[in-house]
């Protein structure tokens, strides 16, 4: 069993940045791979990132490419996810999960079996 909290999400203008965090309850959050997912109102939740087990690799929707950045301290139980150069359009409630993939960096959501309770990130204009 793993439970997840994520934290970190605010109000930002466009443009702007934040880092919105992810903490993992058990022993073997390191077995696990982790992504973060959104769903903005009245849209279908859509995928963001994916970091492996151990760091080693990583798996990024087109649109937030070169934007954002994921990365993990296993010491910690601990994931991040850095967002740069932010639009309105990334305004959503950020959820991430965790999958037993020890390898990969999956992007689809059924792989994926425990989720946070998510945080709000909104974009203003």
């Known amino acids: 069993q793993v439970q997840l909290v994520e934290s970190g999400g605010g109000l930002v203008q466009a443009g702007g940045s934040l880092r919105v965090s992810c903490a993992a309850s058990g022993r073997t959050f390191s077995s696990y791979a982790m992504g973060w997912f959104r769903q903005a109102p009245g849209k279908e939740r859509e995928f963001v990132v994916a970091?492996?087990?151990?760091?080693?690799?990583?798996s990024y929707a087109d649109s937030v490419k070169g934007r954002f950045t994921i990365s993990r301290d296993n010491a910690k139980n601990t994931i991040y996810l850095q967002m740069n150069s932010l639009k309105p359009e990334d305004t959503a409630v950020y959820y991430c999960a965790a999958s037993p993939s020890i390898w990969n960096a999956p992007m689809a959501s059924h792989e994926y079996n425990y989720w946070g309770q998510g945080t709000q990130v909104t974009v203003s204009s």
């Open positions: 970091i492996s087990s151990r760091g080693g690799r990583t």
